[in-house]
């Protein structure tokens, strides 16, 4: 783990350095977040987003928790629960759209961080194994914000579960029964409340474990970096504290910046006004949405209008939704290119601007507007797109492409010359030099 | 192998897609039109341009006119809709004091249930006390009032336009569908979703309610006022939100430039 330059933690006062041979805590933190991590020195504001996601994760659960002092989830009462922290508890608002828009905020940086990911190539070897851990905080995360949106009983809360364990209903044999166990009923009602409640309250904190293999996946590595060259030499790196401390902490200030002024000059712009709507059974809402961060996948689900052979529509509609976030899983052996960086590879740059980000653009214009046309036919081609981009554009693109030549290290793309690359072999091309175990 | 298999997966997606995609354009050409034209789609309005005190990232409630919402409100509204969210004491925001505030809980009915007879009576209200449930005997149940400025989209100019906008069907719309016509009963207004509402027009003349500042009562001028009230009503910690914001955003802009200033130091002479 971690480089043989990395600087080593010392205690430096007889507290610390009784705590160092007994529980050493503070060595964990030094060379995971401290100085005790080399860090290559040239990562952009591209790389702030997994800070940023880490915070937004403990400020939901701290206001989370907070929440949960107040609300009631009862049926009966969860609605009025929340209008009694908007209205009657101190700061309870404040509390209340913090968390909210805490929400999106975590989406919002966790997308940047993702979309990070495919355009660099973050997911090759040797960081597999965090690529994958990643996906299964983003599914956990969406279970999370999924059950979370249910907890105040409003009208989409209601029909959001109502329509996404449906979902399951979709599943052939089954479906209905496997429905009614996950509601606890034959609709959403009192049972369904409850369980999302504990589940809410539960995941987060399975995230956070995840979020800790995750940190200690990518220390065994070490960051990759926007040349997707990997680290040669101690002139390549920085400590993590104070450098990206530093540059993290400013992009930190900017983005609370943003999330501030949402929360307190427009905070129910991202939500649904239905949701301010007590749950009714009886009435259906004229279009049901779920929060925009679902949206490109609902617009998949949405996509299938027709049967297919044996396929019913429905089942085409889940299979495919889930398959869109179960593709990546795929994408560290389907991409078999050994030049990691989007920077270097220009048929895959042109698939990932010109395609893959227009794609994702549609599906989240589509997913949020009512399902008729022109919405379904725009979310039917975005979708073919979007599952031909991982399944077919780069298994193919990754081996007919001709990568440019890349910097013989990181030191050399940020300086203009490395001393090392002298000592290298220099007939090897660059690209070559740097190979590293191809994707199999 | 895994690349065979996901271009398989691919096609396989890429056909039923392409398949729902086609049903979809022959259905569409042979209609001649993407979407089926219907009354709603034809003449359902947007919400009017209004313009309250409280818009914006400066603005704030004006009470004289929360004071004369809500005197709509008891005069006209209350008759037929709840506001159960709201409490008595919560009045004293509107610049009401204490001793007016418990005149007005005073006059309210609310229900109590006396264990001892098993019967249900009405006492005076305290300022305490929420808003009390209000009966309707006619069909269809009127909504509660407290958050319908959050539950619609662009919720103040909804409510003003819907009080504003009762009007005859136009003739254009019974000639281009013949069997949309209002419904016995219902009243139609191009501001409602499906046009067609239960609500008759509460508002209707010129001086419905007296005010007691002098301010003309307009039927335009008492929706507008009524509105007002209801975005209070829905979000009465909006004046409170603002102003935290404000030093909040302030501190951040503080926090960021010294931010970056921390991160320009650290990093001069280090090119990245």
Redesign the interface.
Same mark, same amino acid.
């Given at each position: 783990m971690s480089f043989p330059w990395a600087n080593e933690y010392k205690p430096g006062n007889p507290f610390t350095q009784w705590m160092d041979s007994r529980l050493p805590l503070p060595r964990l933190v030094y060379n995971a977040v401290g100085a005790g991590y080399p860090v290559p020195r040239n990562l952009s504001y591209m790389w702030n987003f997994g800070v940023l996601a880490g915070f937004f994760l403990v400020l939901q659960i701290v206001t989370g928790i907070v929440l949960a002092m107040h609300y009631a989830a009862n049926a009966g009462v969860a609605f009025d629960s929340v209008e009694h922290i908007m209205r009657d508890v101190n700061w309870g608002w404040l509390m209340r759209y913090a968390h909210a828009n805490g929400a999106s905020a975590f989406f919002v940086v966790v997308y940047i961080h993702i979309f990070r990911g495919f355009f660099y190539g973050s997911y090759k070897a040797p960081r597999e194994m965090i690529w994958l851990l990643g996906v299964v905080i983003f599914l956990l995360m969406m279970a999370t914000a999924f059950m979370g949106y249910v907890l105040p009983w409003g009208q989409m809360s209601y029909w959001g579960a109502q329509v996404i364990t449906g979902l399951f209903g979709a599943i052939p044999l089954v479906g209905e029964p496997l429905q009614q166990w996950l509601l606890g009923g034959f609709a959403p009602g009192n049972a369904a409340l409850n369980r999302f409640f504990s589940l809410h309250y539960l995941l987060p904190f399975v995230i956070a474990a995840v979020v800790i293999l995750h940190i200690w996946a990518l220390h065994i590595p070490g960051s990759s970096n926007p040349t997707g060259v990997e680290v040669k030499s101690e002139s390549d790196t920085v400590p993590f504290h104070p450098y990206y401390t530093a540059k993290d902490g400013f992009g930190l200030a900017v983005v609370l910046l943003i999330y501030c002024a949402v929360l307190f000059f427009a905070p129910n712009m991202l939500g649904h006004p239905d949701n301010y709507i007590p749950a009714n059974p009886m009435q259906t809402p004229a279009h049901i949405v779920p929060e925009w961060y679902f949206w490109p996948f609902y617009a998949i689900l949405r996509a299938f209008t027709q049967n297919f052979l044996f396929f019913p529509a429905k089942l085409l509609g889940v299979l495919a939704m889930f398959s869109a976030i179960l593709v990546w899983f795929f994408l560290p052996w389907l991409d078999r290119s050994p030049v990691r960086s989007g920077h270097f590879r220009p048929l895959f740059r042109k698939f990932f601007w010109f395609g893959l980000i227009p794609a994702m653009a549609v599906l989240f214009y589509c997913g949020g507007a009512p399902a008729e046309e022109p919405y379904v036919m725009l979310s039917q081609i975005a979708s073919l797109y979007y599952f031909a981009h991982f399944l077919i554009i780069i298994p193919i693109v990754s081996s007919i492409e001709r990568p440019e030549p890349l910097p013989f290290s990181i030191t050399e793309a940020v300086l203009g010359s490395d001393d090392n690359s002298v000592l290298a072999p220099s007939a090897v091309p660059a690209e070559k030099s740097d190979a590293m175990r191809p994707a199999h | 192998m895994?690349?065979f298999l996901? &271009?398989l997966?691919?096609?396989f997606?890429? !056909?039923?897609?392409?398949?729902?995609?086609g049903?979809?354009?022959v259905t #569409?050409m042979s209609e001649g039109q993407?979407?089926p034209a219907t009354a709603e789609t034809e003449f359902h309005k947007h919400p009017k341009h209004l313009s309250l005190a409280s818009d914006g #990232?400066f603005g704030r409630f004006d009470r004289q006119q929360l004071q004369r919402g809500f005197q709509v409100y008891q005069e006209v509204c209350a008759a037929c809709h709840a506001l159960k969210?709201v #409490?008595f004491r919560?009045l004293e925001q509107l610049g009401y004091n204490e001793d007016e505030v418990k005149a007005i809980a005073a006059k309210a009915q609310t229900p109590v249930y006396n264990a001892a007879t098993g019967e249900v009576a009405t006492r005076p209200g305290l300022p305490t006390d929420r808003f009390p449930p209000v009966a309707y005997a006619g069909l269809g149940v009127p909504?509660d009032l407290?958050?319908m400025a959050? #539950?619609?989209?662009d919720?103040a100019a909804y409510t003003y336009s819907l009080l504003t906008g009762y009007q005859n069907q136009p003739a254009e719309l019974l000639k281009q569908f013949p069997d949309a016509k209002t419904p016995e009963g219902l009243h139609y207004n191009p501001y409602f979703?499906n046009l067609n509402l239960a609500m008759p027009a509460p508002i209707t003349s010129e001086g419905q309610v007296t005010y007691s500042d002098g301010t003309k009562a307009t039927v335009d001028q008492m929706s507008k006022d009524v509105s007002a009230f209801l975005v209070w009503t829905?979000e009465?910690?909006l004046d409170?939100?603002?102003q935290?914001?404000?030093p !909040?955003?302030g501190f951040?802009?503080f926090?960021?430039v010294l931010?970056?200033l921390?991160?320009r130091? &650290?990093?001069a002479g280090?090119?990245?």
């Open positions: - | 895994i690349r996901s &271009i997966v691919g096609l997606f890429s !056909v039923t897609l392409l398949w729902s995609f049903n979809g354009a #569409a993407l979407r #990232a969210h #409490a919560d909504p407290s958050l959050k #539950a619609r989209h919720g979703a829905a009465p910690k409170k939100r603002k935290t914001g404000w !909040v955003l951040l802009l926090a960021s931010a970056y921390a991160y130091n &650290i990093w280090k090119k990245h």
